[in-house]
């Protein structure tokens, strides 16, 4: 199995620029479909962008489209996600996610989450 460790999180002014970072140890994340997902108090855990396993196709949520990027470097075994033009809705804890089947549930796996807050 897989374990996951985010970082890179922390409190930004809107506009600003974030990059976090998404460490993988056990396993090589060429294995699996990736994805940041994120979830803002009182609400549920979303899908910010997905890249799938092999060709490094990405998926966004309109939320984030255009000012996130997501990208991994399978050499350093890690997966990253460049965000841009941070809004305070943006604020949120972000969290990496590990999926064999691109299923995106409790038997995939999940780091601990980094805390990203955009305020003014």
């Known amino acids: 199995q897989v374990q996951l460790v985010e970082t890179g999180g922390g409190l930004v002014q809107p506009g600003d620029s974030l990059r976090l970072s998404c460490a993988a140890s056990g396993r090589a994340i060429s294995d699996y479909f990736m994805g940041w997902f994120r979830q803002a108090p009182g609400e549920e855990r979303q899908v910010a962008a997905l890249i799938s396993k092999t060709n490094n196709i990405s998926h966004y949520a309109d939320s984030v489209k255009g000012r996130f990027t997501i990208f991994r470097n399978n050499a350093k075994n890690t997966l990253y996600l460049q965000m841009n033009n941070l809004k305070p809705e943006d604020t949120a804890i972000y969290y990496c996610?590990?999926?064999?089947?691109?299923?995106?549930?409790?038997?995939?796996?999940w780091g601990q989450g980094t805390q990203v807050t955009v305020s003014s």
């Open positions: 996610a590990a999926s064999s089947k691109a299923t995106w549930g409790p038997s995939d796996y």
